[in-house]
């Protein structure tokens, strides 16, 4: 038995320092997940109690699940968990079946030029932060100087709109502001899976007098497939998480909003800022993370039954 202990243990050192340059560039992504998403899990305990900032994190007197208690005894709980599920959902579908057909279109693109263009145009959304988009629709939805209704309303004779104290449009307005600023860097990764796709297929496809659609329907869909799948395996984890920037600083945190703006992320935001309890907030978290980590094995078990090359493990 010590026999094969040493030998293994050589084999694995042999290995070790065969690859000691590859894990040398490994190190850096390692460390960094670990300091920015597994350190943090330590602050997970708030979650379960009554936090006192002069006591601290281990201090702190237990309370068991009482701040998940008034998470969801909340007025609001069911008005918060609906907005951030509902909108995910029409999010996940909408991106991604624009996002897939704007890969496929870059690149039926002939000029490679116009193709790196419109993809460089489209991406430059998903780099600005949601503080210059929230003033970019100020500018174009303010009721008194907004572009809309100086530009487009009145000239047609038409009354201005208060964009800001009209709840039923934003139902429209922020998964459009979703796409808009995402919808490049979906794009390109679908691009990427297309791009990938060996070209003799098509060649095979187009001599047996395949049109473009049943070329995209037999070959382009059912290639990228696993990319989709995967994206979407990775969105409806995030599916009780919200853009906490698309819901609080596109609508200005206008109060009028709230019932169609609200979701859980803002909300905790704004309990944490008007009674400043850190474990109600915490449990929030704890609460997305469970039902999100639950949602993903769920969903990629459906996907195992269903075909089991697709899916994400």
Do not use: C, H
Request: positive net charge.
């Amino acid at each position: 038995m010590q026999k094969k202990a040493a030998v293994r243990r050589q084999s694995f050192l042999k290995k070790l320092s065969k690859n000691k340059m590859l894990l040398l560039l490994l190190l850096p992504g390692t460390l960094y997940l670990l300091l920015n998403n597994y350190l943090p899990m330590f602050g997970t305990i708030i979650a379960f109690k009554d936090f006192d900032y002069q006591k601290g994190i281990l201090g702190s007197e237990w309370n068991g699940f009482a701040n998940f208690e008034y998470l969801f005894k909340t007025p609001d709980a069911w008005v918060i968990t609906r907005n951030t599920v509902l909108y995910n959902a029409v999010f996940i579908v909408l991106n991604t079946i624009v996002a897939v057909a704007v890969a496929i279109g870059l690149n039926e693109l002939r000029n490679r030029i116009m193709a790196k263009f419109y993809q460089s145009v489209m991406f430059l959304p998903y780099f600005l932060s949601m503080i210059i988009v929230g003033y970019l629709g100020l500018s174009l939805l303010s009721q008194e100087f907004g572009y809309i209704n100086k530009n487009v309303l009145e000239p047609l004779g038409l009354s201005p709109v208060a964009w800001y104290a009209e709840p039923k449009y934003w139902t429209y307005i922020l998964p459009l502001v979703n796409l808009w600023k995402n919808i490049g860097y979906l794009s390109v990764i679908y691009l990427a899976a297309i791009i990938g796709i060996d070209n003799e297929y098509y060649e095979a496809a187009l001599i047996d007098g395949a049109s473009k659609w049943q070329q995209t329907r037999r070959i382009t869909f059912p290639l990228i497939m696993p990319v989709i799948t995967i994206m979407t395996l990775l969105a409806v984890g995030k599916i009780f998480n919200s853009d906490f920037g698309l819901f609080f600083q596109v609508p200005l945190d206008a109060g009028a909003l709230y019932p169609v703006t609200q979701t859980i992320d803002t909300y905790v935001y704004r309990a944490l800022l008007r009674i400043g309890d850190l474990g109600m907030s915490s449990a929030a978290g704890v609460y997305q993370a469970v039902v999100g980590f639950v949602l993903v094995l769920s969903s990629n078990w459906i996907v195992r039954k269903i075909n089991k090359e697709n899916a994400l493990f």
